[in-house]
């Protein structure tokens, strides 16, 4: 019986580290090879120092200019482009190559803040892939053949009585938004679109109808003792995440000898880096955010004793109702220093 268990035991294929570990052949190295490997990669090495570098020619100045010195930093005051805020820049430049882009400390609204977007948009100016010249129906063209484009362009709507459209993106600039008014100017009826990838078309419908001026509103978290958001991202990705950020930390600084810090509550479906520095945060749908502003606004006419129809939705959530309740009490208690604002893109009748 045991020879005969010994004899089957004998049968069995001896597994070893090999077997065990199939891929294990791959990753031995034998130092003979590795010897080998590393003479070929000496003697690469010094076949290829043999060789003459290229030449490189450093070219003077012919005439100088002025504020240029050779490998000395010089800044310039700009303004950022990479979304409709319009920060302050200070941007970097050696040998004549802007190479740095920074938030410039002395403009009033961004204060010496960038964010990540305007910090990267430099990048654009080293795309190897961005457009070097105009282009006419998707071919890449000449200066003088866009001229001549638009001006027969501008004789046929003269004559057919046709109106111009020109569309571009949001621009800050005042030299760019003179030069686009004479250009409009010379068409006898012209209109002019901004359209922007993110839109705050709504915000701009409500000033309309709160302020009588299609302008996107400046925030003053700073001066605000109560802050109310649904839905709006102020501190990420709303309007001029830098100023408002500047304004929100002075409001809400431990270290400054004023006895004050504003509280924040944040009503939203994702979590964003808003609702992670609010004081309360509480998590509802997108389709709730349009009926809880409406019991607010409802709560707050109350209070001050006004008789005031205002559409309210019924809301089945006893977290919103309570923290509604107690939010319309704070912020009338707050009035004149109070902030609500509200990222919804959808429009409420």
Not at 106 to 122: V, Y
Request: net charge neutral; with cysteine.
């Amino acid at each position: 019986m045991h020879n005969k268990q010994r004899k089957q035991r004998s049968e069995l294929p001896k597994q070893g580290k090999a077997d065990l570990v199939p891929e294990a052949e791959n990753f031995r190295f034998a130092r003979r090879s590795f010897l080998k490997a590393a003479g070929f990669t000496l003697s690469g090495s010094v076949l290829s120092a043999c060789e003459r570098a290229p030449v490189e020619k450093a070219i003077p100045y012919l005439v100088q200019p002025e504020d240029i010195i050779p490998g000395e930093a010089l800044f310039y005051s700009s303004t950022c482009r990479a979304c409709p805020a319009g920060c302050g820049l200070l941007v970097k430049t050696v040998d004549g190559r802007p190479i740095k882009l920074e938030g410039n400390p002395g403009h009033p609204l961004s204060r010496g803040g960038l964010c990540a977007i305007g910090q990267a948009s430099i990048l654009d100016l080293y795309d190897s892939h961005r457009p070097s010249q105009p282009l006419r129906n998707g071919e890449p063209c000449e200066w003088d053949e866009v001229d001549l484009a638009i001006g027969k362009l501008q004789h046929d709507l003269r004559s057919s009585g046709k109106a111009a459209y020109l569309v571009t993106g949001t621009e800050t600039s005042p030299t760019t938004n003179a030069v686009i008014k004479r250009f409009l100017e010379a068409f006898e009826v012209a209109h002019w679109i901004s359209y922007d990838a993110c839109s705050s078309s709504e915000i701009l419908d409500a000033h309309v109808r709160t302020h009588h001026s299609r302008l996107l509103p400046s925030y003053y978290f700073l001066k605000a003792d109560t802050i109310v958001s649904f839905g709006a991202d102020f501190l990420g990705t709303c309007i001029s995440p830098v100023e408002f950020a500047a304004g929100y930390r002075e409001g809400r600084n431990l270290e400054d000898s004023r006895l004050r810090f504003s509280h924040h509550v944040q009503y939203e479906a994702q979590l964003t880096l808003t609702g992670a520095k609010a004081d309360r945060r509480i998590c509802l749908h997108p389709d709730r955010i349009s009926s809880a502003l409406g019991q607010l606004a409802g709560l707050l006419i109350h209070r001050s004793g006004r008789d005031i129809a205002v559409p309210v939705t019924p809301s089945n959530e006893r977290e919103v109702m309570e923290g509604l309740n107690g939010l319309g009490e704070r912020l009338w208690n707050s009035k004149g220093k109070s902030l609500v604002v509200s990222g919804s893109q959808r429009s409420v009748s």
